[in-house]
């Protein structure tokens, strides 16, 4: 889930790997780090990244989980193979299925190891969630991108269409396709929905209508809150951080556009070039086990990749999943999501 477990993170577009601060110790010599890139809401306090370091150091005294934050993505470790520069990470948690395509596109050789039957509990990830046809990304959760929108300012929109409408006039927040995690997945469902041919002709009576387009999440959802709009794209999940004493839900409505969400799971992979590659592959296998699924899904605000898994409480109760889940395939992206958004960001971003 590339988008918060605080408000105060957003996506930005510095470059660069740092380490997770507070949370790292010294290995002894008689140990082992196991280096993890992630992205930074999946590192810092009440997150996953913590809970699994700690619970994974707990059952492995000689073992330290090091963090490392990259806020551009694979992006990082393609440049650095590009340049023969070292990767200096064993695992890379947060692959989404464009992520895995742009990497193979743009490398002579694969980034990432097959490791998937080599990972206990793969065999137990839901079989519609699998995106990677060489074996090298096992998902870990997934989200749906929807909207959220505030009840007592507009209607629920039906359709794509409808928020071409003028009651959603100026009424939509969006995100940067080429930065942002929900933002590429949202542009990927309206290519969907109105099919290569079409989808930019569409964007372009949504700017007609006033879409904002933002940075990214974090940027988005926090002018989301200013009011600034009373739509935003997220995630069908919103209730489950946003609820309780105080929080007035119905600000906090989910909208799901034809009855659809987006699918946009998420994945981890092991380097190539893995000091630790056997430490690596325990450590996917960990996120697998019911209680990390379970806390992954609570802290990461998620839903599980392994079938099964019930996280019980508030994520139960207030998460929502769409009557309908749509997605690309990595078929269906090799090839054509690289100039899908390069082609939206010259007509629709830069105008």
Known sequence: MKRRTFLTHGAGSVAGLSALAG???????????????????????????????????????ETTVEFQTTETG?????????????IDADLFVGLNTGELVQADEQLDDSLFAATDDEVDGSGAVKPDLDFDPDGRVVPYD?????LVYDE??????????????????????AQNAQQSDPGRAFLLWTINEKGPDGYLDYWSELADNGVQILSDWGTAYEAYQD????????????????????????RHQVGFLNDQGYANPEGMAQFVDADNPELAREFMSFMLTEEAQAEIAT?????????????????????????????????????????????????????
Not at 158 to 172: C, I, M, N, R, V
Not at 227 to 250: F, H, I, K, L, R
Not at 315 to 330: G, Q, W
């Open 23 to 61: 949370c790292i110790g010294e290995t002894e010599d008689s140990g082992q780090t196991l280096t993890v890139a992630a992205y930074s809401s999946f590192t810092g306090e009440d997150t996953a990244g913590n809970w699994l370091k700690s619970a994974f150091e707990s059952e492995n005294p």
């Open 74 to 86: 694979v992006n990082e470790f393609i440049q650095r193979r590009s340049e023969d520069a070292p």
């Open 142 to 146: 997934t989200g749906y991108i929807s």
């Open 152 to 173: 007592g300012e507009v209607a629920e929109p039906a359709t794509f269409d409808s928020l071409l409408d003028p009651e959603y006039e100026d009424g939509l927040i």
């Open 227 to 250: 009011e600034e709009a009373p739509m935003v794209v997220s995630y069908s999940t919103d209730q489950v951080y946003y609820n309780g004493e105080g929080v007035d839900t119905s």
């Open 299 to 351: 802290r990461n605000v998620q839903f599980p990749a392994v079938e099964g898994v019930d996280p019980g409480g508030e994520f139960s109760e207030f998460a929502l999943e769409p009557p309908e889940a749509v997605t690309y395939s990595y078929d269906e992206l090799v090839g054509n999501v690289s100039g899908w958004i390069d082609e939206w960001a010259r007509q629709i971003v830069s105008n």
